[in-house]
């Protein structure tokens, strides 16, 4: 066990640059390009207080002074209903989307596509980092010095999967969880600004806990079924002469575009699927937010439990746990090849 675990701290040296600054490079700039828009006065993230005037005109005589236009101010109490008043007129008053509740689930839910960002680049560099993972080792004949150690090939290239695929997506989604956190903060700082007040900071920082819960599990949900594909390019990386990047997408590329040609229907095209796959096709595939998520006029809900019974579903598919076999097959493969081929 300290073997391995001293081979997943090695690997996690080795990618620091990959798989921990880039995503925190991005998050940052992202926080900055939010920051800069709010205290720039362009954040206005959708709301608009003129939306909220019956007309220019009103809007004008409601200013008694004179002197400059009353900005609309809009105010939300605790039984969800909102006012927009400019001075001492009240322009509109009713219940809707910006009320407490709805601002309480819809500023987490658009803030977590803005927080996915980091998850989906990391998704990306995976792939490079699994294609050259056993290739650069050859390449730079490092291999030599960690086959003179006690390390099984099995357990180095289980490490290896176990350091790029797990952990770096973990500290995708750490990093997911504090952008999120700052996109909210930076939002409800825009929207004060816009004059809306009484945003529920409890409904919003729950609501946000609880899609934490869901991302987790739609993670490792997307995890499982892409696994035969991460490791399909470790197991190509083991043994491919040149560019292994390239070797181990253009099978998955091509052959479906040959397929076409052929003339195979479309459930023949058995290498379509590791697109599918990389896409999260089949992990979200019984996932359907737009008409889960239900905002009526006086309250809203986050359907958490119908959520996470969509997303485990696909997990108790019997195409679910041959793909993980087949993952455990290509990374034996890839100990394999490597064992038998040390340059």
């Known amino acids: 066990m300290k073997k391995f675990l001293t081979l997943l701290r090695r690997d996690m040296a080795d990618n620091r640059g990959a798989l921990i600054i880039t995503p925190l ?22 709301f608009n ?10 809007s004008s005589r409601s200013d ?12 939300i109490d605790a039984n969800a209903k909102y006012s927009v008043k400019q001075g001492d007129t009240i322009i509109e008053e009713g219940l809707g989307i910006k009320s407490a509740d709805g601002l309480g689930l ?22 490079f980092l699994l294609s050259g993972s056993l290739y650069d080792e050859r390449k730079d004949r490092t291999i030599l010095f ?13 490490a290896k999967m176990a350091s790029i695929i797990g952990l770096g997506f973990m500290i995708a989604f750490a990093v997911a969880m504090v952008l999120q956190t700052g996109a909210i903060v930076i939002a409800g700082i825009s929207l004060t600004s816009l004059g809306v007040t009484g945003i529920p900071l409890g409904a919003l920082f729950s609501n946000m806990a609880l899609i934490w819960v869901v991302g987790i ?12 594909v991460y490791a399909w390019f470790l197991a190509v990386s083991a043994g491919a002469p040149k560019a292994p990047f390239i070797a181990a997408l253009l099978p998955i590329g091509l052959l479906p575009v040959l397929a076409r040609i052929v003339g195979l229907p479309g459930e023949f095209d058995v290498w ?27 309250e809203t809900t986050l359907p958490i439990r119908e959520t996470i019974i969509d997303l485990t579903s696909t997990m108790t598919q019997p195409a679910f746990w041959i793909g993980l076999l087949i993952a455990v097959a290509l990374v034996f ?5 490597r064992r038998r081929r040390a340059l």
């Open 25 to 46: 490079v991005i998050a940052a700039v992202i926080l900055l390009l939010g920051a800069f828009a709010t205290f720039s006065g362009n954040g206005s993230l959708g």
């Open 217 to 228: 599990i739609a993670l490792v949900t997307y995890i499982g079924w892409a696994m035969p």
């Open 106 to 127: 819809v500023m987490p839910i658009a803030s977590s596509f803005v927080a996915a960002i980091p998850i989906g680049v990391t998704a990306i560099i995976v792939l």
């Open 64 to 75: 008694v002074s004179g002197a400059r236009e009353v900005k609309p101010v809009i105010t």
């Open 272 to 298: 379509g699927t590791p697109l599918r796959l990389l896409a999260g096709d089949q992990a979200f595939k019984n996932l359907n937010l737009s008409s889960s998520i239900d905002i009526r006029l006086s």
């Open 146 to 158: 960690w086959k003179s150690l006690p390390v099984s090939d099995l357990a180095y290239a289980s």
């Open 333 to 337: 493969a890839a100990s394999e090849i």
């Open 49 to 58: 207080t003129k939306d909220f005037a019956r007309s220019a005109s009103e």
